[in-house]
């Protein structure tokens, strides 16, 4: 029955995010078409870069894991209205965390894109500043949608939350079409934006069904605090994981015009798998698991956590084989068209098929986290990442001088790895004690 369960949940967050997938493929062939690999997608890529890594930061990879164990003791032990007041206290803290990060984002655009890219030339990084500008509000509209979305998955509401980011996809490719010759790059920035606010709005009828669609409340009580505090650990792992992504844009943003491009392209579609089977057993897993514990059913949270491994592993290893294998041709049908050239097919492929290493890492990694943050035990995987990026930073170094730009994508593969079997033995040890 458990394994039914979560076989079900993840199947149909699987078909959102798949549904998603897809649309995000469309877009990265409209990115392709219209722009090339070379300056202008070096710009947008980086600049959306700086409020994407906030969004991880304080978004579906901290809030929510925070958030909906809390949540579950509260519903299970206290009913719907307390749990409904505490998620309007988390609301209203949300809101004006968030806002207050966009306002300093905004302000201080050019010093975020000097550290994140000072290689740039300044004309590069003078585009690079009005497009982190113009995308940063996107952030609010994101960690907003990941409360709800904390809420619905524990509702067992699992497509609607698989395919919500459709709409953002929706909304880059319909401004990149509509008004590309008018605006430019600028087009699929404001798309960006927009869809941020639509992916949020998709989700609040069910919000209502269940009923909890409340208005915030700013207040920070106890309870507030608690997440808040659960959430710094996640957010300094995520930060620290984060540190990869940084390091590995400032080593190519030295390298020739459109390194940034080829990884950020062959990473999109290395990500698909990642989207669809780690996240979506993740996003299944920690519901499951945190009722599981509110009830103290030590058992069945162990073998929630053993079935969530077991088709992780299973699904992520057949992935990465395939991806691998098809690498070359999947680059040459999706990207190369307009203005993206078989050069770009052939540097994208071979950056995609040295980050296939790392897939089966990163979902082991993804599943792995949801059975210490379902126990509110978020210090060790950020003790895990800590690791697993100085792996990275090394590895990258000195991979970078053998392998040129591929070199930076078997590093992050190598670090998702390590990260995994950290988790892995960590977390063996910890069941095995039941030091829940």
């Known amino acids: ?18 549904i998603s997938r897809i649309l995000g493929f469309v877009r ?45 003791d509260y519903h299970t032990h206290y009913g719907k209205a307390t749990a409904a007041k505490f998620a309007s206290l988390i609301l209203g803290a949300m809101l004006v965390i968030t806002g207050g990060i966009t306002i300093i984002g905004v302000a201080f655009a050019p010093l975020w894109v000097k550290i994140v890219a000072f290689g740039f030339t300044p004309e590069k990084a003078a585009l690079t500043v009005k497009l982190t500008r113009i995308m940063f509000p996107f952030l609010m509209f994101i960690s907003i949608g990941a409360l709800v979305m904390g809420i619905l998955n524990f509702f067992n509401h699992f497509f609607t939350t698989g395919v919500a980011p459709c709409w953002f996809n929706i909304a880059i ?130 073998q929630t956590i053993q079935t969530s491994l077991m088709y992780g592993a299973l699904l992520s290893i057949g992935v990465a084989i395939l991806l691998y294998l098809l690498a070359n041709p999947l680059c040459k049908i999706i990207y190369q068209h307009g203005n993206f050239k078989i050069l770009d097919t052939l540097n994208t492929s071979g950056a995609l098929k040295f980050y296939c290493f790392g897939i089966p890492g990163l979902v082991m990694t993804k599943i792995l986290a949801t059975g210490f943050y379902a126990a509110k035990d978020t210090k060790t995987p950020m003790w895990a990442s800590f690791i697993a990026v100085a792996v990275n930073v090394c590895a990258a170094i000195m991979l970078v001088r053998i392998l040129d730009f591929r070199g930076i994508a078997l590093a992050a593969s190598i670090s998702n790895l390590t990260n995994a079997i950290i988790l892995g033995l960590l977390l063996k040890k910890k069941l095995s004690c039941r030091n829940l």
């Open 1 to 18: 029955m458990k394994q039914s369960k979560i076989a079900k949940g993840a199947f149909g967050f699987a078909l959102g995010t798949g």
């Open 28 to 72: 990265e062939i409209m990115f392709a078409h219209l722009f090339g690999a070379g300056i202008l997608m070096d710009a947008f890529r980086v600049a959306f870069r700086i409020p994407n890594l906030l969004r991880d930061l304080l978004a579906e990879g901290t809030l929510t894991p925070a958030f909906l164990p809390v949540f579950s």
């Open 173 to 302: 490719i319909g401004s990149g079409f509509l008004f590309y010759e008018k605006l430019g790059i600028q087009s699929i920035a404001y798309g960006a934006l927009i869809g941020g606010a639509l992916q949020l709005a998709y989700q609040l009828p069910l919000l209502v069904k269940e009923g909890y669609l409340t208005f915030p409340k700013f207040k920070f009580t106890n309870d507030v605090k608690k997440v808040l505090l659960l959430m710094l650990p996640i957010s300094i792992g995520y930060g620290a994981s984060k540190i990869n992504v940084v390091v590995n844009t400032i080593i190519a943003s030295f390298l020739q015009d459109g390194a940034i491009s080829w990884l950020g392209y062959a990473f999109r579609l290395m990500w698909i798998p990642i989207g669809v089977i780690g996240v979506a057993i993740a996003n299944v897993t920690l519901p499951f698991a945190s009722k599981e514990l509110s009830k103290n059913n030590y058992r069945e949270f162990k």
